[in-house]
């Protein structure tokens, strides 16, 4: 399953009231418009579309813990993994880092997607190592 972990609890409250909505026409449709948070501001879903090889709808799930915060699609919607579906998942992580920029990548298993400029505009990244980045410092990932 794609993921992203972050090395600390975000709070869903800043992060939902400062949220951008994502949206890109090319190379594939993406579009995320809207966060829902629960009452205790540990789990927020958002719903995403992405037109790609094929038309899919699904929630990207943000689960914040005490000491990390993990982005990942919610299961029970389970889309195909597409290019876009990994493309959108990465935005909300960009977005994520955006906002709180003390924030560290510690785990991912899209980094290509996070750091790469192939899908979405952002400056190009040494996915080798360390790297300073206008949206924190980015830590080796496995």
């Known amino acids: 399953m794609p993921h992203i972990v972050f090395d600390q609890m975000i709070d869903l409250s800043v992060?939902?009231?400062?949220?951008?909505?994502?949206?890109?026409?090319?190379?594939?449709?993406?579009?995320?418009?809207?966060?829902f948070t629960d009452k205790h501001n540990?789990?927020?879903?958002?719903?995403?579309v992405v037109i790609?090889?094929?038309?899919?709808?699904?929630?990207?799930?943000?689960?914040?813990?005490?000491e990390k915060t993990t982005v990942r699609?919610?299961?029970?919607?389970?889309?195909e993994k597409t290019e876009g579906v990994f493309t959108a998942l990465s935005m909300v992580g960009?977005?994520?880092?955006?906002i709180f920029p003390d924030a560290h990548v510690t785990k991912t298993n899209i980094d290509f997607f996070i750091f790469s400029c192939?899908?979405?505009?952002?400056?190009p990244v040494d996915l080798f190592g360390w790297e300073e980045h206008k949206l924190g410092k980015l830590s080796l990932y496995s």
């Open 15 to 35: 992060f939902s009231e400062k949220f951008k909505e994502i949206f890109q026409k090319e190379p594939m449709l993406i579009k995320v418009e809207n966060i």
């Open 42 to 48: 540990r789990l927020a879903l958002l719903p995403a």
């Open 52 to 66: 790609d090889s094929q038309n899919q709808n699904f929630l990207i799930e943000i689960n914040v813990k005490e």
């Open 73 to 79: 699609l919610y299961p029970r919607t389970d889309p």
């Open 94 to 98: 960009k977005l994520i880092l955006d």
């Open 118 to 123: 192939r899908f979405c505009i952002c400056p």
